[in-house]
């Protein structure tokens, strides 16, 4: 079963915010998930995964952001991590980081690179609507390089 959950912080005004309120959004939508690992699968929730800048990639040249993943306790997947295009007419994103936290341990020392592969491929089939990504060769060079130990890297600024 799939869930999604669109998140919007407005102020008095009516007006969507963002600014300084990154903890307490993120802490509202770790407790959702909390909630459906629960609800639906009577378990707890195990990890998150999110996509990030690289900051060999950040466009603003500030790694000032890098300091709430590494606050809330992320750690970088050191593999070549490329967001497949969504179209023909589009290209692939590289330049992106997959970070991983759990949340049942504060250090995480290693994850099996399956459990990756197949948080990739969920997501490139039901969030990025890619209908087959085992013949996508992204994922496949991705799911090869999983294969293999993966460090896991804590993110500093």
Same mark, same amino acid.
């Given at each position: +079963? ?16 963002? /600014? /300084? ?6 802490? %509202?939508?770790?407790?959702? +998930? ?7 699968? =009577?378990?707890?929730?195990? %990890? ?8 060999? %990639?950040?466009?603003? /040249? ?10 809330? =306790? ?20 590289? /330049? ?26 969920? %997501?490139?089939?039901?969030? +990025?609507?890619? !209908? ?9 060079? +991705?799911? !090869? ?13």
């Amino acid at each position: +079963m799939n869930r999604y959950h669109i998140i919007l912080a407005k102020d008095n005004n009516g007006d969507i915010a963002g /600014g /300084g309120i990154g903890t307490q959004i993120y802490k %509202y939508i770790l407790n959702i +998930m909390e909630i459906d690992a629960h609800r639906i699968n =009577n378990k707890k929730l195990d %990890y998150v995964f999110c996509e990030i800048d690289s900051p060999a %990639y950040c466009k603003s /040249g500030n790694n000032k952001y890098l300091y709430f993943w590494n606050k809330n =306790n992320y750690f970088h997947l050191d593999f070549n991590y490329v967001q497949p295009a969504l179209s023909v007419s589009q290209s692939p994103v590289h /330049g992106l980081w997959l970070v991983i936290s759990s949340q049942q341990a504060t250090d995480l020392t290693e994850v099996k690179g399956q459990l990756v592969a197949d948080v990739i491929y969920d %997501y490139l089939k039901y969030a +990025m609507q890619i !209908e087959n990504p085992e013949q996508n060769p992204d994922f496949i060079k +991705m799911k !090869e390089e999983l294969s293999k130990p993966i460090k896991l890297q804590r993110i500093v600024q």
